[in-house]
């Protein structure tokens, strides 16, 4: 069965620090792929998504992700984080099976902390 | 704003009391989803319809039930609520099968006493 895995899931930081929130996923076909953010009380919101093309993508809010297909994976990151990054991140896959409604496999989520 | 809106967004019910939770939307999609999401885990897919075909996915318990009345709105109904069907449901929608992501509404954390 497909999966996709976040191995992080509480990520504590201090403002301008570095992140890097790591997403592997088990498909081996066409997939499209992307980073959710839920802020708290909030509902998700799509942070960046990758279809095809440059597999460094850019997203919202000065997040980028790169796609690695020989590793099955889409890591998030932003060079300097911001207290107002405090939120939980999901990374979703959906492998694209052609036809059928291709449907949205979640991660369990990476609840990053950002410290002033 | 074209918006996906829940209803309503804290639900309580007694343990086999059957609730109704709501989803409604503006943006015209075709395809509605609802999600269950329990603590610390990745919201799981119950079923979605593609305009008025229902798909309900394997592993969804036939205690869960949905019915969609027209484009706009979505219900879930679930028939005997137990202690282990406390979670957030999240209601998402998609222009078409094939489309960019979804919309999601902001979700009804149902507690069942």
């Known amino acids: 069965a497909q999966s996709v895995s976040q191995h992080n899931h509480h990520v504590i930081l201090s403002e301008a620090a570095s992140l890097e929130l790591g997403c592997n996923y088990s498909y081996g076909g066409t997939v499209n792929l992307f980073w959710y953010v839920q802020y708290p009380g909030q509902h998700l919101q799509l942070l960046l998504k990758?279809?095809?093309?440059?597999?460094l993508v850019k997203g919202i809010k000065g997040f980028e992700a790169e796609f690695i297909k020989s590793k099955f994976s889409f890591n998030l990151r932003k060079p300097s984080v911001q207290w107002s990054d405090t939120a939980e991140y999901f990374c979703?896959?959906?492998?694209?099976?052609?036809?059928?409604?291709?449907?949205?496999?979640f991660g369990t989520g990476t609840l990053l902390a950002v410290q002033p | 704003d074209a918006m996906v809106i829940q209803n309503p967004r804290y639900q309580v019910t007694q343990f086999g009391k059957p609730v109704t939770l709501s989803c409604s939307q503006t943006?015209?999609?075709?395809?509605m989803y609802w999600y269950q999401q329990k603590s610390s885990q990745a919201p799981k897919l119950l079923f979605h319809?593609?305009?008025?075909?229902?798909?309900n996915e394997a592993d969804t318990p036939d205690n869960f039930q949905s019915r969609r009345p027209n484009t706009s709105f979505c219900f879930l109904d679930i028939r005997s609520p137990g202690l282990g069907d406390a979670a957030m449901y999240l209601c998402a929608t998609s222009r078409d099968a094939q489309g960019d992501g979804y919309t999601f509404g902001s979700g009804t954390r149902l507690t069942v006493v």
């Open positions: 979703a896959v959906r492998p694209n099976y052609g036809g059928a409604t291709n449907k949205l496999i």
């Open positions: 943006l015209n999609h075709n395809v």
């Open positions: 319809y593609y305009d008025k075909d229902f798909n």
């Open positions: 990758y279809f095809s093309g440059d597999p």
